[in-house]
């Protein structure tokens, strides 16, 4: 079983930087693919980003692109997502996700689930 702890959440101004992290452990050499959702109380959890954990090869909402960038590192087990230029409509607990294969992947099937981390961007 995978165990997965966000952090890196906090209160920055619009136009600020954050960088989260999804550090994972148990059995993490089997995962695939791990994604980034986001979710407010006005809105429903939208996905925003996913990288799949060998290849490196990422997918961003279009809300999210151009601002937020994926990166992995294998040898610590964790995926951090950077957020630049952070904007209001940002505001919202962030959740790391993982599935463990591609068919799940393709399914939309993540397995393993964070705690969640706030995120406030200030006007």
């Known amino acids: 079983q995978v165990r997965l702890v966000e952090s890196g959440g906090g209160l920055v101004q619009a136009g600020g930087s954050l960088r989260l992290s999804c550090s994972s452990s148990?059995?993490?050499?089997?995962?695939?693919?791990v994604a980034w959702f986001r979710q407010s109380p006005e809105n429903e959890r939208q996905l925003i980003a996913t990288i799949a954990t060998s290849s490196g090869a990422t997918d961003y909402a279009a809300a999210v692109k151009g601002r937020f960038t994926l990166s992995v590192d294998n040898a610590k087990n964790t995926v951090y997502l950077q957020m630049n230029s952070l904007k209001p409509e940002d505001t919202a607990v962030y959740y790391c996700a993982a599935t463990n294969s591609l068919g799940d992947f393709l399914a939309a099937k993540w397995r393993s689930w964070g705690q969640g981390t706030q995120v406030t961007v200030s006007s």
């Open positions: 148990g059995r993490t050499f089997s995962l695939y693919a």
